[in-house]
Nanobody
Framework: QVQLVESGGGLVQAGGSLRLACAAS????????MGWFRQAPGKEREFVAY???????YYADSVKGRFTISRDNAKNTVYLQMNSLKHEDAAVYYC?????????????????WGQGTQVTVSS
């Protein structure tokens, strides 16, 4: 079992930055691909970014060049640095852990989810 706890959400002005963190329990963090997803009211949960256990990165087109995902295996933590935030980035952000091979853009690839952290972008 892996438990994930997100932090770092909050209210930020458009154009500003936030850094989300997701702390994982357990000693096997390094074997998982870690992903970030988001869900706005009335919308489906959508992929944002993932980092594989080998360090490969993949981003949704909507955040490419603005968001950066990273991981610190010694701290069992994955981060999402969000810059140049837009109103459309406002959502609840979830981190997730998945094991296996292939592409990890879909929610079905992940085995564990955090409870989410709210990001609000103001004018």
């Amino acid at each position: 079992q892996v438990q994930l706890v997100e932090s770092g959400g909050g209210l930020v002005q458009a154009g500003g930055s936030l850094r989300l963190a997701c702390a994982a329990s357990g000693r096997t963090f390094s074997i998982y691909t870690m992903g970030w997803f988001r869900q706005a009211p009335g919308k489906e949960r959508e992929f944002v970014a993932y980092i594989s256990r080998s360090g490969s990165l993949y981003y949704a087109d909507s955040v490419k060049g603005r968001f950066t995902i990273s991981r610190d295996n010694a701290k069992n933590t994955v981060y999402l640095q969000m810059n140049s935030l837009k109103h459309e980035d406002a959502a609840v952000y979830y981190c997730a852990a998945g094991y296996g091979s292939g592409w990890f853009q879909s929610t079905g690839k992940y085995d564990y989810w955090g409870q989410g952290t709210q990001v609000t972008v103001s004018s």
